[in-house]
């Protein structure tokens, strides 16, 4: 099967989603574990920094629940346990969907939509241990566990009704009707028997479960259903609810009032609430994609915002990479907000400032969704200019004005660039026409706006001043001006050295213009109305996409057509040409990407339809937003990471999964999808070509304390005498080995003879053979030496040191010289380093283990010919591996001192 020229990689800007998130402590550092479609995420709470992500489960998670390292998480009827990043197994029992999981001791309890408790014993994934019947006439929606009640929990289900259960004995004790709403939370409070209850009608109860008396009732600021309660009981003892609006009312509980209400917590309901013991801090979850910190340290007693961590809430529409290193990714979503991604650190990712806006809407007491600018339908950014003025520049949907943006402070820029309302020298002003399309020069000086009247205006970056409009003169009329395009224009750019300027509109015709003079030098008729524009400013070269679903590039300097690409079968959304201008990447609503060169074309199809893209300068990372999906999708160009692309002509599209949250899901075997595995069996990366050196990826530590062992042992010297560890009963037989302590022989038959005599054991005993020789051996039969690279691999320096000194040649009297056993492991160890020097793989590994190998064994190397032969043939092997290093150096440093010279 063809493997696609762009593989799944990892997916950028999900936080969570509408899935309750579970806190855990682990000593004194508290962890918040959040789902994340089909995988879940570990946050730090001190700093909101992701510390682990989970792996791609088979379907959506329904529930969450943590317990130390262990995380359990629901999907449908069954409950997947994992350990970090690895599956401990599988807990099934539910016919119905899983509700809520609930982890008490050593046993989780599982709540389903098939009204059944199930008890289970942590790590027995046979069958549950108890299994409790709620009820056909019950319908459950959570639970929650009552403090010092021991082995209770309280279940809360429709019309306002609540079963106290006892799980350990699966016996009913009491049932309770709250209300006449459904229970949608119960959260237990920090006053004994009393817990709050949240409805669907927007009420938060306090009731004592004790004596079944309601405590206090309030109503939600929100007006929508309660989702979540938390308590606070230190300090001044708060209750707060979140509801359907994405407000959170906070109580005073002794004075039994309203206390504050934090409005605009979230742009979506809130799905969880939980207020940190001891702290007067309350973390907030919503179903917008993010995760909020809140501080309740005001006199007032009002709470602000503390730190958080966000995506966007919907649907991006517009990506764009940043600068020359490909390390930074703008986008745009229809959630109103611009956004920085950071595609090596999550932590760096966050949204630029329109201003004042929580301060503004406060003060107008309006939302603040209605105070950020439209979306953003076309953006374009410089980073030459990122330090002096502001280097981005956006059009937003229905506005007449485009905004700049200063990268450099993540926030809005002082400049609003609006066409001019007077008419200048006969053209048909159009001032309150929306701004279509927006570009920067190469150099970052100037800002290019297209409207949907046809204008075309340029402005000063800096001064944020007009420097002039592109008009079309009348025939032979020189004193009328017309605007640049009849209709709404769809695309503007500039070349290299500011010499001409490129627009499309949707009067169906390409212009040519002199940028500084501003008068049309050439005119193309497309044909068909264009939708996209995409330029390669140092080739010249300009691809439109039209509404007849062709590509067309065109030679802007020559002004003539160069190609057409056909093969889309639904409306074009972008494209984007590489930096070296031998790709052309389009996206379409067919559901497939295609990678486009002069003879011939690659498709990829996606799962969802693309409607936003851009390549990486590197061209080593493709990035899609899609339909109905909140995150960013990366991709690895397989000509460069992989040796598996297939790069021939092909008008079919190559099947591919979208990418995963975590680049770990793409590290396995080739399957049937066609992806092509990233490390092998021992764990170590697998070659790019036999020709190339590949490194073993171990930490600097592995690998450089094997060349300074002795260095290391001297400073590690202790400085008195290990003391000598108690005699041992003479009756317990012992295991031999490295260790210097005794291993004990629990095992050892009680009916051996210990008062053998240790003469009689001699020369007849078989020596005791380590790990490293029993996996030489096996490696030399199987032509296989996986195993042992793996056991190699995770050895700390002195592990592997003692290894290597067991297998010390010794001179014994019945040996003949050729045949002795640990000569027969050297050759073997000899062997393994030729074969994998030979293949080019774990390249500074293996040569500190060679540098070991003859430290140690070097005098019976010398004095064996067998052993001798093989160093010769290392020897080669070693010369010609620097050789062709030091011709590739010699090479670069030639080619940087010709550049260096041509720039002088």
């Given amino acids: 099967m063809a493997v696609p020229l762009f593989q799944p990689f990892r997916a950028l800007g999900y936080i969570t989603d509408d899935i309750p998130f579970a806190v855990q402590r682990l000593g004194r550092e508290a962890f918040v574990t959040v789902s994340a479609g089909k995988a879940w995420q570990v946050y730090n709470c001190s700093q909101l920094r992701l510390s682990l992500v989970g792996p791609q489960l088979p379907h959506t998670i329904q529930a969450l629940a943590s317990k130390g390292e262990l995380v359990f998480a629901a999907v449908k009827g069954d409950i997947i346990a994992c350990k970090r990043m690895h599956r401990e197994g599988v807990y099934s029992g539910h016919t119905g969907t899983i509700l809520q999981l609930l982890c008490m001791g050593d046993h989780l309890l599982s709540l389903g939509s098939d009204s059944k408790l199930l008890l289970w014993k942590i790590g027995d994934f046979d069958k549950p241990q108890v299994s409790m019947d709620l009820g056909d006439g019950f319908s459950p929606a959570c639970m929650a566990h009552p403090d010092t009640y021991l082995n209770k929990v309280l279940v809360g289900g429709a019309k306002g009704r609540m079963q106290l259960w006892n799980f350990s004995k699966g016996v009913r004790l009491f049932e309770f009707t709250v209300a006449d709403s459904d229970v949608k939370c119960i959260v237990s409070s920090p ?13 938060a109860l306090l009731h004592n479960i004790r004596f079944d008396e309601p405590v206090a009732s309030f109503a939600n600021a929100s007006g929508t259903g309660t989702n979540d309660e938390a308590f606070l009981g230190a300090g001044v003892p708060l209750m707060a609810a979140g509801g359907g609006a994405g407000a959170i009312t906070v109580w005073d509980l002794e004075k039994r009032r309203l206390h504050t209400i934090i409005r605009d917590a979230h742009d979506a309901p809130i799905t969880t609430l939980h207020f940190f013991p001891g702290e007067p801090r309350l973390m907030s979850a919503g179903a917008d994609n993010a995760i909020k910190q809140w501080v309740f340290d005001a006199i007032d007693g009002t709470a602000r915002l ?131 399309a927006v570009a920067i020069s190469c150099c970052g000086n100037f800002g290019l706006v297209g409207t949907a009247a046809g204008r075309v205006d340029r402005y000063n970056m800096q001064s944020g001043l007009h420097r002039g409009s592109y008009n079309r003169h009348a025939a032979n009329i020189i004193a009328i001006l017309f605007n640049a395009h009849e209709g709404a224009v769809v695309g503007v750019a500039a070349d290299a050295c500011n010499k001409l300027l490129v627009t499309g509109g949707l009067d169906g015709r390409l212009r040519i213009w002199a940028f500084k003079g501003r008068q049309m030098r050439d005119e193309i008729a497309l044909g068909s109305p264009p939708t996209h524009l995409c330029h390669h400013a140092n080739s010249a070269l300009l691809s439109v996409a039209c509404d007849d679903l062709v590509i067309r590039m065109y030679d802007v300097e020559a002004v003539r057509s160069v190609r057409q690409f056909k093969g889309h079968t639904d409306r074009i959304t972008d494209l984007h040409m590489s930096a070296d201008a031998r790709w052309l990447l389009s996206a379409s609503l067919d559901g497939t990407v295609r990678a486009w060169d002069v003879p011939s074309s690659m498709c990829l199809q996606a799962s969802t339809p693309v409607t936003a893209l851009s390549l990486s300068p590197a061209m080593d990372m493709l990035a899609t937003a899609h339909v109905n999906r909140r995150g960013i999708y990366l991709w690895s160009n397989s000509a460069i990471y992989g040796s598996g692309a297939d790069i ?27 992806r092509v595995s990233v490390v092998d069996a021992s764990g170590a990366p697998v070659p790019l070509h036999p020709a190339l050196v590949t490194l073993a990826l171990l930490p600097r530590s592995q690998w450089q304390g094997l060349v300074h062992l002795d260095a290391i042992k001297e400073r590690n010297r202790p400085t008195e005498p290990p003391t000598k560890p108690a005699a041992a009963p003479f009756f317990l037989p012992t295991i031999p080995g490295l260790e210097g302590n005794p291993v004990f022989d629990t095992e050892a038959d009680a009916d051996q003879n210990i008062e053998e005599d240790d003469s009689l054991q001699g020369l007849n005993a078989t020596p005791p053979v380590s790990d490293l020789a029993r996996l030489l051996l096996e490696g030399r039969r199987a032509k296989d030496y996986t195993p042992l690279l793996s056991y190699l691999r995770g050895l700390s320096p002195s592990k592997l040191d003692g290894e290597l000194r067991a297998m010390q040649v010794r001179a014994l009297p019945h040996f003949e010289p050729g045949s002795k056993e640990e000569l027969q492991d050297l050759c073997r160890l000899l062997d393994f380093l030729t074969v994998e020097l030979a293949a080019n793989r774990n390249y500074e590994f293996m040569q500190a283990l060679l540098r070991l190998t003859l430290q140690v064994h070097g005098e019976a190397i010398v004095q064996e010919t067998k052993l001798r032969k093989r160093a010769v043939k290392l020897e080669e092997i070693v010369r010609n591996q620097w050789g062709r290093m030091d011709d590739l150096f010699q090479t670069t440093r030639s080619t940087l001192s010709f550049l260096g010279n041509l720039q002088t």
């Fill in 306 to 436: 503390l730190r958080f961590r966000s995506g966007h809430a919907a649907p991006p529409t517009c990506l764009k990479y940043y600068g020359e290193a490909g390390t930074r990714l703008l986008s745009a979503g229809q959630d109103r907000a611009f956004r920085m991604f950071s595609v090596i650190q999550d932590q760096q990712s966050s949204e630029l400032s329109q201003g004042h806006i929580a301060s503004r809407a406060k003060r107008l007491k309006v939302d603040q969704q209605e105070l950020k600018l439209p979306r953003v339908t076309a953006l374009d950014a410089c980073q030459l200019r990122e330090r002096d003025w502001c280097n981005v520049i956006s059009a937003h949907e229905g506005d007449t004005a485009a905004y700049t943006w200063r990268l450099s402070h993540l926030s809005l820029g002082e400049h609003v660039l609006r066409p001019r309302r007077k008419r200048e020298r006969g053209a048909d002003a159009a001032p309150d026409a929306p701004v279509t």
């Fill in 648 to 674: 021939r002509p092909s008008n079919k599209p190559v099947d591919a999964r979208l990418p995963a949250l975590s680049a770990d899901e793409e590290m396995e075997e080739a399957g049937p999808s066609g």
């Fill in 191 to 203: 006053a004994l028997d009393v817990v709050g209850v949240g409805l669907a009608d927007g009420r």
